[in-house]
């Protein structure tokens, strides 16, 4: 999560199963023979066009058990990030972002509470951070069921 001041660098990107495009943090996945914090930066880079200079602390880790994949689980990290360089904007590197921009804590909270509830998993513990819930270290568990979202554990 790139912060400048009480600004938060936002993508609105739409998958191929989204009805329509929405907002959400920078991410992705690891690949193969990458560490974590080179997933990171890759990630920030290709989707809002951003350089990372250093990972800050570990927002929250949520867990995501999914049976569309055999029951296994997967997990999602984020970091604060406070040290970044570069303009936020959609680089054409990631086909499902059309933008990138650093938006208002407050309009951020707004444009993310939109999404989909079969999305609650991403955007509940972005919902809970912007509403001072917990500051750091938090750990989300969600089980994906039958095309719903049920929260397990969280602040």
Do not use: C
């Not at 943090?25 to 997933?39: F, H, K, Q, S, Y």
């Not at 990972?55 to 984020?78: D, I």
């Not at 750091?136 to 554990?153: C, I, P, T, W």
């Amino acid at each position: 999560m790139a912060i400048r001041g009480n600004e938060i660098v936002l993508v609105r990107e739409q998958g191929p199963d989204d009805a329509e495009p929405h907002w959400n943090l920078p991410g992705g996945i690891v690949e193969r023979g990458e560490t974590l914090i080179e997933a990171l930066r890759r990630e920030a880079a290709e989707e809002a066009g951003i350089e990372l200079q250093r990972a800050g602390a570990l927002l929250w880790v949520a867990e995501v058990q999914h049976e569309g994949l055999g029951g296994r689980s997967y997990f999602a990290f984020t970091f604060r990030i406070d040290e970044w360089s570069g303009l936020p904007g959609a680089t054409g590197r990631d086909p499902m972002v059309s933008e990138a921009a650093l938006i208002p804590l407050p309009e951020a909270r707004e444009m993310v509470a939109r999404r989909e509830p079969r999305f609650s998993f991403v955007y509940e513990p972005l919902l809970d951070w912007l509403d001072g819930k917990f500051a750091a270290g938090a750990f989300y568990s969600f089980e994906v069921k039958g095309g719903r979202n049920q929260r397990l554990r969280g602040p």
